[in-house]
């Protein structure tokens, strides 16, 4: 028993695959990485994970029969017990099981779980020093996802799809959102809401640095909106402020459903421009929360950045009694 | 041991207290009933409480010391574990020790929970032939109340104070509510909204049955609405339609966030106008849950009346080991 120490943790994103060979003091010993090329189909992302996986271990020197289990988070609706992705809308994956081949290559535990609800249990085992018992992650980037902990376990609900905070809808006539629905909080509040705000302004003929950054409108990347912060950029700022508000309403409200420990915002968009946000967040969220509620919730921006669904996994490892 | 065979369920309410005397068949053997009379301060309502309590005792001629335990729904927020209601503006009550003095009275085990919290799990015990693992009961009467049961259990947040669905905030922009904020739930969907859509509507000279059937438009009477539907009134109808609408929105909403087992719609004016708004309910919460979470989620109306938080008590007394 003593062999099967480490764990690898992948985390499968729409863009790119992250992989970690983690010790049995939760450390990170190896890392691997690769695109994802979704457009090659299931089976090739699934060889590239398998790839990741073997590259963890070479560069560590560690051998697959030392592995107590593999975890792999996934953006999408699926079945945690089954193995099986229902529906991974950024790898254009339907129906797709992803235990069975990674299971039969390395013969080794392997399981699944949506990244969000992954990174939420990261954040919530060694995010934040301290153990929040319900707990909201919630991930700002091209779209918006979100991972409740609640007494302290992931809350996955009746078909495991839980959590798609992204589509509580805000305003039902805003803006036509990805999933059909208008004014879904992800077409209100992302980096993909905020960047059309801008991509508004700039065609009114409103000035901003933006455009002395980049070329492409079409998704303004985090790292020239904080570049435009830093240039103090009103139209950059009235939109990071919007979407600020938003986010903050959406928390209040589950402050008030919930009564939250811990709200835990993460991802792209809040990395590179949290500090400006979270006071708008912040205020939003206590006009709206009752004060019983709000009292003592905290709002916090996760400090373990890309790593937060890796970090799930060693929880979730731990979970099933196998690390 | 044989002989504690009973609790006494009690559902305080802000106009009305209920109490139920039950045997261990799960069977409500005798029942009493007090108005409230909250202005003669709390000291008076909790010696009706108890004597509504001594009324059941008596009418069945159980004694005291067969009770296996006494337990009292509050419409507030309270601390289950020491006993004492927070919060309810109903009752005028802040910081109230309710159990200490029942206890004192009758020597037996006593609980509170909050009402709302009391009626889903009543309705998730005995309400509906089937336990639904997750389910939120949503009370709509003169503001709108809401439980939640994750996982079979009371789900109650960091201090006691989940489920406050009534104030999740729909449209910034709305009417004022209660609680100050403006856009409620409760604010925007409640009989209270309805009432005040119906009066605004007879003030800008609409004609509606609800003139004749009633001289008090401050609160409408959920049996006049009723009487109303019957004579296919436009205005009640269309006021209706509206709410039903909002109620669906924040269903599908929780949809998505809590991918629930079961929505049950309970309170005065679901029993008296639910057949009607149901279908308009259903429609527009499906036009706004994503179909993975939508797809086997049922929307119920309850079964249970005014019963279902003193059921709740039968199930919180056997989840503490006492019945």
Known sequence: ???????????????????ALIDSDNKIISRAKKSTDAKNGANAVIKRIIECIESTLIDSKVKANQLAAIVVGIPGSLNSQKGIVYLA??????????????????????????DANLGALGI????L???YENLLGIFVGTGIGGGLILNNKIYRG?????????????????EKCGCGNYGCFEAVASRTAITREIKNAIKTGKKTVVTKLTNNYDLIKSGTLAAALKSNDKIVKKSLRSA??????????????LDLNAVVLAD??????????????????????????FKGMKILISSLGDDAALYGG????????LF
Chains 1, 2 share one sequence.
Do not use: C
């Open 314 to 321: 060693i929880a979730l490892a731990k979970e099933v009694g």
């Open 244 to 257: 600020s508000e938003t986010i903050g309403l959406v928390i209040g409200n589950m402050s008030n459903l």
């Open 158 to 174: 009746k078909s495991f799809a839980a959590g798609e905070i992204g589509h509580i809808v805000i305003n039902p006539k805003g």
């Open 1 to 19: 028993l003593k062999k099967r120490q480490y764990i690898v943790s992948v985390d499968a994103g729409g863009t790119k695959i992250l992989a």
């Open 268 to 293: 792209g968009l809040i990395e590179a421009v949290g500090d400006f946000m979270l006071p708008v967040i912040r205020k939003s969220a206590e006009d709206v929360a009752l004060p019983q509620n």
């Open 124 to 127: 919530h085992h060694f995010g």
């Open 89 to 114: 809308p950024n790898l254009s994956w339907r129906n797709i099981n992803v235990v069975n081949p990674i299971k039969r290559h390395f013969n080794i535990p392997t399981f699944i779980e949506n």
């Open 129 to 131: 020093g301290k153990k």
